[in-house]
């Protein structure tokens, strides 16, 4: 029912009796476990929805250099006047084995773990004509047996594999190659890729940190030109050395205005794949010197890796942002639209335990780290002063609690201007506040602002989190986190009964926007808390279209057809029917990552009055709008305005931060993951004269689910 996405926790498979399967899933809006019976012959199909090989397959250089890196050591095997064996490890459609087979290969081995996967590349070998040519085994490789009658007849001679991420490491590449070194291979074989190289580049950045540190909430005194602090944040959480989780980005999208570099990008990890001239550990630190380039602060290390495809190093695949992508020549591109796209192999960011200031003139050592699976680094001021090696580990519980997002969001200016002004026009001395939310920071500054009491709602996770920030900000008295179930609290819990209900909107079950409506439910829930004539916030709620031309995203589910010659049809009939059967026609994605011109202006959907109780039917919305000449369209994407008050300049918007302008970028707000309604085929309305956009709106209050409906008219 409700769309998973990359880093989000995945459902939990019950078997029920022998052959149905149940999948259970949080559902954001009303806050339930919900159980949903999959049909007889499930197979996986969210799996496969979700694998993101599509993506990972229309990137042309990624194929291309494959394929050379292939042509040019099935040559070298042959120059050595040897057979050639190729094992295929972890492969997917079967693409790599058929092309190993196209240049020459004698026997090709694959091995795919994932059954729906294993199954496709079965059909799409004999489709393409290389029945009995690739021998697939649906097993892991480190599972693999050599010998005769075993999975591999003997040893393989050349090894082609795709077992990387942001990270590079972070699929397990590492144990996969030492495995196969130890295994499953020749002594002098040959690999593709033959080694990988990861860059490391220190930056200064308020605004990256923003993702990543909690700043204290101020404001204007009134009448005064003197800032005021209304929320400090606890020593626990200043002094917090973060989470080492990777914080993948479209570093490409990342305005260069947004960072000040620190270093030029360090090579930090070399891997040689064979580990002949060079082992595999599985834990690593290396020490680089670098002179600043700019006095400052240290704040993140960016973060990207390229590949060697061939044995002498002459093909390279990089994964640099476009300001440090160089071309062919050396010299570097100009813009984002200079590069490949990839949403499978992104770059990173990685924040330091403690920002370091920094002097032009006083060398320093990035210190980069690894284990079997992820990267962390930290910078060494004094090169015999010791410094902590050990991953960085949450210990203020912020970072275990909040995603990026979400920190983001509570240091967001634009958010935290709006609240502030709304709060400081409804908050009397007599004011009873409730906030429904999680981790609502908000609170603090009702108390601050003078409400007479603040009861907060907040789960299991994020409690401990909040009763810091009371504490320290010496609030004990004015502020209680009100236990458990809020339809179970009472009003003599309460030393009068609620004037003033508050939500940011957010939760951390929040994956779209209008997830957020869980705050509806809440307020429901606690009626019997309300004072009559209780103030709401927000009051009702907004949700948004607008019809666009993506400029890559697009390709998550478009298909294939062909790639390099070879037919995908059958991939694309596999990942068509995943997606229809286990998807929602909606996903969330961080817009202001991927390009989209706008080709129309935004359309409200849907209004919602979020003063009354929740309806017992269905509320909906259709219509139609004339779309201008205007191009390609392959896309809708989805956003939600909050209402705090009556007042429009109380509206905060999850989506375009200023105007839109047809046939320009839209700016995206950086602090929520927006929806998209992606079109099974582009419309191009160029020259038309009568297209309209027709929309189908259904908010189902049984469940908070939004359905959504679209369809382009010429």
Known sequence: MFLLFRNVVPKRLLQYKRMSVFTSQLNPITGKMEWELQPENYDFQQEVARSAYADMLHDQERNDKYYEGLRRSIADLRRRGQE?????????????????????????????????????????????????????????????????????ERKANLLVAEVFDTELIGEGAIETYRHARDFLLTEDALLVPSEGTVYAQVVQSSMLQRWNRLQEVTRVKP????????????????????????????????????????????????????????????????????????????????????????????????????????????????????IPWRDHWMQAVYYLPQPRKVEVEKPLMLVSMHDEYSLWFNIQEDINKEICMDRPVCECGIHIVSSRTRIGQLNDPRRLKTYIRVLEKLITPDSICLTLGDCCLMAIVAAKLGAKHVYMTEGPGTRKVVEDFISVNKLQHKITVLPGDISEVTTDQLIAPVTVVFSEPFFTTTLLPWHSLYCWYMRNSCLHLMADGATILPSSVSIWGLPVQFRDLWKIRAPLHHVNGFNMNIFDKLIEKACEEADDKVEPQPLWEYPAKARGQPVRLLKLDLNTGIPENPVSSTGSVALPDAGIINGLALWVDWHLTIDPEDTLTTGPVEPVVLHENIRWDVYTRQGIYLLREPVNTKNSISSQLFYSTTFQPSDGTVKFDFQIKM
């Open 223 to 338: 009448g005064s030109n003197e800032r005021e602090v209304l929320v400090t944040v606890p020593n626990s959480v200043l002094e917090c050395p973060g989470a080492a989780a990777v914080h993948d980005l479209q570093l490409s999208q990342v305005p260069q205005k947004w960072f000040t570099p620190i270093s030029k990008p360090l090579p930090v990890f070399w891997f040689d794949w064979s580990g002949r001239r060079k082992d595999i550990p599985c834990d690593d630190t290396t020490h680089v010197n670098f002179q600043p380039l700019a006095s400052g602060e240290c704040d993140a290390v960016l973060m990207w890796w390229d590949l060697r495809m061939d044995q002498d190093g002459e093909v390279a695949l990089s994964c640099a942002p476009y300001w440090a992508h160089p071309d062919t020549l050396g010299r570097l591109k100009s813009s984002s639209e200079d």
């Open 84 to 152: 050639v064996h190729v094992l295929d490890i972890g492969t997917g459609t079967g693409l790599l084995s058929m092309m190993a087979v196209s240049c020459g290969a004698d026997t090709v081995t694959a091995c795919e773990a994932f059954y729906p996967m294993a199954e496709c590349a079965r059909k799409g070998i004999i489709a393409n004509g290389f029945a009995g040519k690739v021998h697939l085994i649906p097993k892991r490789s480190t599972e693999l047996e050599v010998g005769p009658g075993k999975d591999m």
